[in-house]
Structures are given as C-alpha cells and as structure tokens.
C-alpha cells in the first residue's frame, strides 16, 4: 500500500517510529551532508550523504571479543544506493558476521528515492533508485511524500491516507530510466579482460590512499588484529599493499594487480558466486578518488580493441 503524505503527516511517522527506534537521519553540517543525531523530520536533508552510512553497520573500528549488542535504530534520509548497497553485502556477511547480523536485524532503514539523479551518478545501470526491498520507502514528489512500508513497518503508516495513485513509484522508475539511460553493465563479468591495458593505465596514477573503498557503500572487507583494547575489526582496503601480505609474501605486489582485484572482485567474482554486481551507482569513488579513476570506464572500455 502506498499512502500520500504531507511535511505535517512525515512529522507525526516521524514520532511514532522515534517512540520504538533511537532515530538518526542524513542532515547537513559544516558544509557536508552526514548521519546524525536528529529531533524532527524537517532536520533531513534529501542530498546524497558525503559518505554512506556504511558504519551503522559496519563500524570503522570495533572490538570484536565483546558480545555482539545493539540498539533499536532508525535511519531516516538513505538513500536507496546506499540501501542496496546493504542487500548486496547481506548475500556474503548476513548471518556469518555476528556483529553486522545483529545490527542489520535492529536498524530500520527509511530509504529517499531520489527525484533527480545526482552529479555523476549511474543508479540506472544497477536498478535505479526505486527498489524492490526496503523497509520505509520514501518518494518526495509534487510537493507530497509518497511512503510504502514493508510488512515488517507497516504498522506505523496505520491511519494516514492512501494514495490513489499506487503505480507512482513504478511511474517514478520508468520516467527516471528514461530520462537518464543506463550504462551496459551486462555481461561486464565476461567482457574484462585480465590482461587489459586499463589496469596500468590506472595504477600509473593511483596512488593507493583506499578512498574509493572507504567510500564505497558495498566495499565490506576488514581487517583483524589485536591491541591493548582487545581483538578489533578494521574497514580495509584492497587498494593498500598490506591488503594480501602474508608470511610467504604478498600475493598481489603490484598496485595494477590491485586495481584489477577490485574490479574483477565487483564485476565478476562477486556476480557469480552471489548473483549480484557489488556496486550500485552511487559514484562516490569517483567523487573521492583525488586523481580522478572512474569505475565507469572500466564498464564502458572495449576490452576487444586493445
Ligand atoms: S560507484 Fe563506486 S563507490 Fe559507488 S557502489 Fe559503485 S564501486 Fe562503490
Ligand atoms: S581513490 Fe583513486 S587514488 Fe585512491 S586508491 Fe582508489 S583509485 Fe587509487
């Protein structure tokens, strides 16, 4: 069921799911859009957050010899790159990493589709903003909210009024298809080449910083080691040298190999072992990467006429 919403009716939700969850939104701070504490829903902003909010999930750094707990959370204002992001990491870490599992269980997520596409962004070549899992699904059009919930968070749309129009969201995601076309992404597992040009090309640039990971809300590798704290979880990168050392030696020295690695890994290995690309469009990698890689060319580059 879909239910059309005003700024008053968004406020009131807003209450009743604060009354169950601790509630967090994306809002704007010094410049930037992060996750934080909020009061009310006119606090969110609808930008694309500066990072995703990857560490309510997946913390930068936790100790993992503790028992893994969490609050009831709310988090208004994702933005359905991100959320995918989440249905992607969940067919390799839900169920195995208990830390992520039992947060996973106990967030609920309030995903913005968006109504335009953001700079650079390729949603479309993954899906597009309006998704087929959610928890609160939320469309800011023509003035109005347009709001489906599922069956799990149903209950707290309960009273407020239907829409008549219940295709919007799927009118929502032909027009954006439409206005915005969509990268050839099919096939990309079988189209890169191994021993492609590109991955010189980029690591006679790159200059191995990890932001295209950090930033990346889909990139879920961590590192384990132990301090004075105890045993922690670290968010790692494939991009860093230390990535694959090992006693034996480092099974990836090369900074190309690396590239290669995170490209192979996010179109091809991850696609055939879990049916899905890790990556969902969100451009942020580009946005950070400071000597400017484009994880689009790697899609659109003609691996057969090199
Ligand atoms: S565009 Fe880059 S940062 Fe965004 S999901 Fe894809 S790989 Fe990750
Ligand atoms: S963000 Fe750019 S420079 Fe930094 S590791 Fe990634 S590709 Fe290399």
Same mark, same amino acid.
């Given at each position: 069921?879909?239910?059309?919403?005003?700024?008053?009716?968004?406020?009131?939700?807003?209450?009743?799911?604060?009354?169950?969850?601790?509630?967090?939104?994306?809002?704007?701070?010094?410049?930037?859009?992060?996750?934080?504490?909020?009061?009310?829903?006119?606090?969110?902003?609808?930008?694309?957050?500066?990072?995703?909010?990857?560490?309510?999930?997946?913390?930068?750094?936790?100790?993992?010899?503790?028992?893994?707990?969490?609050?009831?959370?709310?988090?208004?204002?994702?933005?359905?790159?991100?959320?995918?992001?989440?249905?992607?990491?969940?067919?390799?870490?839900?169920?195995?990493?208990?830390?992520?599992?039992?947060?996973?269980?106990?967030?609920?997520?309030?995903?913005?589709?968006?109504? #335009?596409?953001?700079?650079?962004?390729?949603?479309?070549?993954?899906?597009?903003? %309006?998704?087929?899992?959610?928890? %609160?699904?939320?469309?800011?059009?023509?003035?109005?909210?347009?709001?489906?919930?599922?069956?799990?968070?149903? #209950?707290?749309? =309960?009273?407020?009024?239907?829409?008549?129009?219940?295709?919007?969201?799927?009118?929502?995601?032909?027009? =954006?298809?439409?206005?915005?076309?969509?990268?050839?992404?099919?096939?990309?597992?079988?189209?890169?080449?191994?021993?492609?040009?590109?991955?010189?090309?980029?690591?006679?640039?790159?200059?191995?910083?990890?932001?295209?990971?950090?930033?990346?809300?889909?990139?879920?590798?961590?590192?384990?080691?132990?301090?004075?704290?105890?045993?922690? #979880?670290?968010?790692?990168?494939?991009?860093?040298?230390?990535?694959?050392?090992?006693?034996?030696?480092?099974?990836?020295?090369?900074?190309?190999?690396?590239?290669?690695?995170? =490209?192979?890994?996010? =179109?091809?290995?991850? #696609?055939?072992?879990?049916?899905?690309?890790?990556?969902?469009?969100?451009?942020?990698?580009?946005?950070?990467?400071? %000597?400017?890689?484009?994880?689009?060319? %790697?899609?659109?580059?003609?691996?057969?006429?090199?």
């Amino acid at each position: 069921m879909i239910y059309k919403m005003t700024d008053k009716d968004m406020e009131i939700l807003f209450e009743r799911i604060s009354k169950d969850f601790q509630s967090f939104g994306s809002k704007e701070e010094n410049g930037d859009i992060v996750f934080g504490d909020i009061q009310r829903f006119s606090d969110i902003s609808e930008e694309k957050s500066s990072y995703p909010p990857k560490d309510f999930l997946i913390e930068r750094s936790e100790n993992i010899l503790s028992i893994p707990r969490a609050e009831k959370r709310a988090v208004f204002g994702v933005k359905s790159c991100d959320l995918r992001g989440f249905y992607i990491m969940d067919k390799q870490i839900l169920g195995k990493d208990p830390f992520y599992t039992v947060k996973r269980e106990n967030t609920m997520f309030i995903n913005f589709v968006c109504e #335009k596409m953001c700079s650079g962004g390729f949603c479309t070549s993954f899906g597009g903003p %309006v998704l087929d899992e959610y928890d %609160v699904q939320v469309l800011h059009k023509n003035g109005y909210f347009y709001v489906e919930a599922s069956d799990k968070y149903e #209950k707290y749309l =309960f009273g407020f009024s239907e829409s008549d129009d219940q295709n919007v969201f799927e009118e929502h995601k032909k027009e =954006f298809e439409s206005l915005y076309g969509r990268l050839n992404v099919d096939g990309i597992e079988n189209r890169m080449k191994w021993s492609s040009n590109l991955w010189n090309k980029f690591a006679n640039y790159c200059i191995s910083c990890g932001a295209c990971n950090y930033s990346c809300p889909t990139c879920y590798c961590v590192d384990v080691y132990d301090d004075d704290d105890g045993r922690k #979880k670290e968010w790692d990168s494939c991009i860093l040298e230390g990535f694959t050392r090992t006693a034996a030696g480092n099974v990836r020295p090369e900074l190309s190999e690396r590239l290669r690695q995170r =490209f192979y890994h996010k =179109f091809k290995y991850y #696609k055939l072992s879990r049916g899905a690309y890790l990556c969902t469009g969100c451009n942020r990698c580009v946005d950070d990467c400071p %000597v400017d890689i484009d994880i689009k060319e %790697v899609i659109t580059h003609d691996y057969d006429r090199e």
